[in-house]
């Protein structure tokens, strides 16, 4: 059985460092029509902060490209998608590694380690040269309030 | 972004008034550098956070940056006044292995002791 989406809203913008604030704290907004609680509002704000700043640095490194961010409430969760279509990830479960990154000089490793200890579920289907999606996921823990 | 730095003995006390991600980053990096450079006899590095909201891994790639200078110059590095969702990832992230945290200035100062 198909679930239904509730709610859904998809965002595009170009891959400006400014523009990162805004994705979290639109998604953030999106999501606190769930029973989130201000410290898993807080979570969900990171996970976007860092999957939109992967693509920002890593996607797009240099260059200006299309991010796509598409929130889906279906049920008690939220589903959030990042998405460019920049240079991609050769080898997706190195990634995931904690404290791996392309840039040793300049970062350290932990954005996708946030991602996935913040969110329920963290997929990355990822294709050199042709980009990026990052699909999380989370449901609040704390029992809906029936009004 | 609002930076106010100012030189309290051998410290230099970083007071941050927004979010730090990759939108921030490279000025507070830019203006601590040049503040570090321009004091040579500071040694300690106080962060006061009480105005910082978000912090993500962009934002401690800056703090772990300045720890590595400070560290050349055997001093210390505080975390003033971070609010519980800052602290939160900062502790995640392991930065209480190279920065110590204090409520006050007096106590940030106290922690990296009476030197001058
Ligand atoms: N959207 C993306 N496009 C291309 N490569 C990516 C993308 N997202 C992640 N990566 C790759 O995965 C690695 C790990 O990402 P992760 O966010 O965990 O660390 P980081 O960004 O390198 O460092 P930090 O997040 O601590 O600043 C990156 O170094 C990069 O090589
Ligand atoms: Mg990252």
Partial sequence: MMETIENMVEMRFPSKAANIGFARTAVALFASQLEFTLDELDEIKIAVSEAVSNAVIHGYKGTEGEITVICRLTGNRLEVTVKDEGRGISNVQQALEPAFTTEPEERMGLGLVFVREYMDELVIDSEPGKGTCVFMAKSPSQTRVHS | ?116
């Fill in chain 2, 1 to 116: 972004m609002d930076i106010a730095i100012r030189r309290k003995r051998n410290a230099l006390i970083v007071s941050l008034d927004g979010e730090l991600d990759l939108a921030t980053a490279a000025e507070v990096k830019e203006r601590v550098d040049a503040a570090l450079a321009a004091n040579a006899k500071v040694n300690h590095l106080i962060w006061d956070l009480e105005k910082v909201g978000f912090i993500d891994s962009s934002g401690l790639a800056v703090l772990l940056g300045r720890y590595k200078e400070i560290q050349a110059r055997s001093g210390k590095v505080i975390a003033l006044r971070a609010l519980e969702p800052v602290r939160r990832v900062l502790t995640m992230a392991g930065m209480e292995r190279i920065m110590q945290f204090a409520d006050t200035e007096e106590q940030a100062l106290a922690q990296i002791g009476g030197k001058r």
